[in-house]
């Protein structure tokens, strides 16, 4: 009885230090955009150009008017929301506007595609972003721009940009309230954003507060990760513990869970995988349910 219920602390215990890690590793972050937020400048240098538009010494320069890096662990096939409210204007004498911008007035950037990042065709004013690797963008060649026009490609409920690849961002809600997804690209590791305009953004006024949200089943991953690598440890000490057969060519471990806690918590530990299953522990007994990961995906980050 008594080793029963050590058990079962122990594993409480385990539990509050990891979401305690993982809220403070992938917690929500609350970030300024400034309206001066140019996002064809992203992973340049100090002193590069962006958004020139014939009128000598209007530039754009780096990083007077450098998009803002979120600072977020950025994880391949992760999705994320974003929540933004303020409001800015793309120089004097022009209204402000919220994130999601003026639905009246969509444009592209001037310049087009600029430093390798592409183009993009969006509500002026709106809060956009664009994802990077490591690498300096303009070493590789563009690639193709999403165009934003109509309102339906604004209400995405989840979207998977390409690396480099500009898009919308808005609020983070549909028109109908519903929260929205954004998928990070295989080779991300550094996610900006910025707000639209046609080009000189060193005039633009006001700034944009964003909060960032992992997904829940980002953080359910994660959270599977550190558990199932402390389970697997608890297995080792016990002896041959009961890694399952490869599925789909991917390597997974099952639960190994005995004794379930009365509150819900995560087996499974998936290595990595186009496909992987979590075990809930209920009342009686498990309750299993498939979560898709995105094809994409290379890394596992707990
Ligand atoms: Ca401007
Ligand atoms: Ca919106």
Redo the contacts with the bound molecule.
Sequence with gaps: MNVRLFGNLERAALLFVLAAQLTSQAGASLVSVPATSDLWLAGMPDGSRASYYGIPDRYDIAPFQSPVLLPIIIGAGSAYSLYATGSVHHGPSHPFFGP?GDPETVISHIAGAENGIANLVAPIDALIGVFLGPDQPDLTIAPTSIDFTLNAS?DYTTISPELKQPFFI??G???FGVKQQIVAPVGATRWYAGTMDGFGWFDNEGAFALETVPEPTTIALLLVGSLGTAAFARRKQKGPGSIMKPENGLRRRDSGCPEPPPQTRTCSIPASGSSVVLAFARARGFTQTPVRIASSATRWQP
């Design positions: 999601d604004r808005g609020d809600l549909t028109a």
